[in-house]
């Protein structure tokens, strides 16, 4: 599915400062049995959210109407566990294009990248120094620049490099997925597969 | 397909090893990854080509529906294994699927197959189950081949030689569509634990006591080889339940160099390779284990004589320890202390308790972790001439079909309904509870599955995970229960 390109961000954001956020929280398994992506941001982390009654718990970040914006920012080892896709569609859904967190678990981490979410990784330092900003000035704005690779905080101007490879980049900057690319190495794959083994 | 094992490792040496590197030495994952590769991508990833790609229901719609969107085919349908496991019931598999959502979903992923030409073993169909379980069943999971789907704890297919891992939904459909994918690399990590494993200390124990030491994050990053005695010892059963687990560490995978013990599981398996393909892949595989100067990006020694039985107290996988250590205290944790207390406190449980005595309420055998004969019988050997606790409800989910058979060819069967015991029928089940099968709010259940998080057996579900030695001896007695207590008393 197509997504909105990214270039250069400027939000107020979300904190999560729990650790090992795994998948599971993001969106339960009992969500997961739609066959188009639709309505996947009413769930995101639904058991967190909301009590059994349905109504919302008014203590968690997302229901505090003094947090809004593009930006989540999490605990270190964000988006652990399961694979499920749906964890990022949900994220990106509900209107984050970027988390923020000083560790990322591998496959969430990819799938963030393959749908138009930006993981950026900080160091733990960089991610106190965000969340108390954030506890100072619940709509204190975080400036994310894919260009330059560089996150910062705006009120105080003090920023940090991030990782991503120049491939994702481009893909990021100009809304591509793999499959484009892919597409256009169908004579390799088949060469290959015409000599594989199994 | 079956003369070019050799043109295959040749090729990969000339294509994708700079000239320079004649000596190197090379691990037994860059030898599977780099004969993979398809393209390197300067300043990004690899483009690695899949031999299998297995496919369930809940990540698979989505894929499919990209598909029709760029009016694109499956590229080989072939390479390609559809079962319904993750949102089927247990009990009444020849009835219609009460809740309209997952009928829904198991429709779309069996329309899905046939449009594109994809074997899909349904609900009922005789090689359906767990698609961790399957597939090694059916001789799909091959040494030295690289295999994916939409599911985590694809890193089972490991226990072989394979190159195997999870992947996203947007992934699965790049496979569907051009049969790879673009990764990156990851490092290499080796984990050697040697010695003998002792009484009652079961390859789960030895899971979840890596886990426990490294945290969840601590292989992120890496791709993991398993070596040393005690994966050797180790039955093929039991290598797919460490395997299984690698990514409880964060880890992408795990792998074991395949041996005798490998080979013969396969040979004569429905999709092995026969007769002269069948000398081909041997020779090839043979090759397949970590050349003696090896370096790895990261290696890690553990001895077996420091392993116990071991249970979760928390909702990681790494909260875990030996069931007869009590739950640590805060302080001795190196930082996330509040993220600690919120996790004991969801479990309802305090620093410095023992685990033993703990009353429990359910008791979980199954799934991708613990879901094969070898689970089935060690669970029996505890129940044998016992009875359940009148408190406890046990679900015994067997990984798929064919366990099932063995589980009543072998009298397992007989042994768990004199104990109190019933079979449900396969499928993930209490695992990820998509299903009926939910652990109810507050509860407590004795898990042989692979997570322990906030809710993930049921909302409000508090898990345990452990062995199914460990997961018998709760259900006999109704709380949390050294299964050697039973196990000494049989060999006196």
Not at chain 1, 88 to 98: E, K, S, V
Not at chain 2, 151 to 170: K, L, R, V
Not at chain 2, 397 to 423: M, N, Q, R, T, Y
Not at chain 2, 466 to 474: D, E, F
Request: proline share 5%; with cysteine; glycine share 8%.
């Amino acid at each position: 599915m197509a997504y909105d390109k990214f270039n250069i961000l400027e939000s107020s954001a979300v904190p999560l400062p729990i650790e090992n956020v795994d998948t599971d929280q993001i969106i339960p398994a009992r969500f997961l049995k739609a066959t188009e992506r639709k309505d996947f941001d009413k769930n995101l982390f639904r058991d967190w959210r909301y009590n059994t009654d349905g109504t919302p718990k008014d203590d968690f970040p997302l229901n505090n109407p003094k947090y809004s914006g593009k930006i989540l920012v999490g605990g270190k080892n964000f988006g652990s566990g399961s694979s499920r896709e749906h964890a990022a569609w949900a994220i990106y859904d509900y209107g984050f294009r970027c988390v923020v967190s000083s560790f990322f678990a591998d496959i969430f981490r990819n799938n963030c990248l393959n749908i138009g979410v930006l993981p950026v990784q900080v160091s733990p330092e960089f991610l106190k120094k965000m969340f108390s900003d954030i506890e100072k000035k619940s709509d204190s704005k975080f400036e994310v620049n894919l260009p330059n690779q560089r996150i910062s905080i705006v009120s105080s101007g003090i920023s940090e490099g991030f990782e991503i490879t120049d491939y994702k980049k481009e893909n990021l900057l100009n809304g591509f997925d793999d499959i484009d690319y892919l597409l256009n190495l169908k004579g390799d794959i088949k060469d290959f597969a015409a000599n594989a083994p199994f | 397909m079956c003369c070019c094992f050799r043109v295959l490792l040749s090729c990969s040496l000339i294509s994708t090893v700079p000239s320079t590197h004649h000596f190197m030495s090379y691990t037994l994952f860059d030898k599977v990854w780099d004969s993979h590769v398809i393209k390197k991508i300067d300043k990004g990833p690899d483009v690695l080509f899949i031999d299998r790609h297995l496919v369930h229901e809940v990540t698979s719609p989505v894929a499919f529906l990209g598909l029709k969107e760029r009016r694109i085919p499956v590229l080989y349908p072939e390479r390609t294994f559809a079962t319904a496991d993750h949102n089927t019931p247990t009990i009444d598999q020849h009835l219609p699927v009460k809740d309209p959502l997952s009928a829904n979903q198991l429709k779309a992923l069996e329309n899905n197959s046939a449009e594109h030409g994809i074997s899909y073993w349904g609900l009922g169909h005789e090689k359906n189950g767990i698609v961790h379980v399957i597939g090694p069943e059916a001789g799909i999971t091959l040494p030295g081949a690289t295999i994916v789907c939409g599911d985590s704890h694809t890193s089972t297919h490991g226990a072989f030689g394979a190159i195997a891992f999870g992947i996203g939904t947007s992934e699965v459909e790049m496979v569907l569509a051009t049969q790879c994918i673009m990764q990156p690399k990851p490092k290499s990590m080796r984990i050697n634990v040697n010695g003998k494993l002792s009484f009652g200390v079961t390859p789960k124990d030895v899971a979840l006591y890596i886990i426990s030491k490294l945290s969840t994050s601590g292989a992120t990053g890496y791709f993991v080889e398993y070596a040393g005695e005690v994966f050797r010892d180790m039955t093929m059963e039991g290598r797919m339940t460490v395997c299984n687990l690698s990514i409880e560490m964060g880890a992408r995978g795990g792998m074991i160099a395949p041996d005798e013990k490998t080979f013969s599981f396969i040979e004569g398996r429905e999709y092995a390779p026969k007769e002269a393909a069948w000398d081909t892949a041997m020779d090839y595989w043979k090759t397949l284990r970590s050349d003696d100067d090896a370096i790895f990006d990261k290696e890690i020694n553990f001895d077996a004589a420091d392993i116990e039985p071991m249970i979760t107290y928390g909702t990681n996988p790494g909260m875990g320890g030996g069931i007869s250590h009590g739950i640590p205290m805060a302080e001795s944790l190196e930082g996330g202390v509040s993220s600690y207390k919120k996790s004991l406190a969801y479990m309802d449980f305090n620093e410095g308790e023992s685990m033993i005595d703990k009353p429990i309420d359910f008791v979980f055998l199954g799934s991708c972790t613990n879901g094969r004969i070898e689970d089935f019988r060690a669970f029996a050997s505890i129940v044998k001439g016992r009875k359940k606790a009148e408190n406890v409800t046990a679900w015994l989910v067997p990984g798929s079909h064919k366990v099932e058979d063995a589980i009543k060819a072998e009298g397992i069967l007989d042994i768990l309904h004199e104990a109190g015991f019933e079979l449900r029928e396969p499928g993930c089940s209490a695992c990820l509870a998509m299903n009926d099968d939910k652990i109810p709010p507050g509860k407590y259940a004795v898990s042989t599955s692979n997570r322990n998080f906030e809710g993930r057996q049921g909302p409000g579900s508090r898990t345990l995970l452990a062995s199914p030695l460990v997961a018998a001896a709760a259900a006999i007695t109704g709380k949390v229960t050294d299964p050697r207590v039973f196990m000494q008393a049989e060999v006196a």
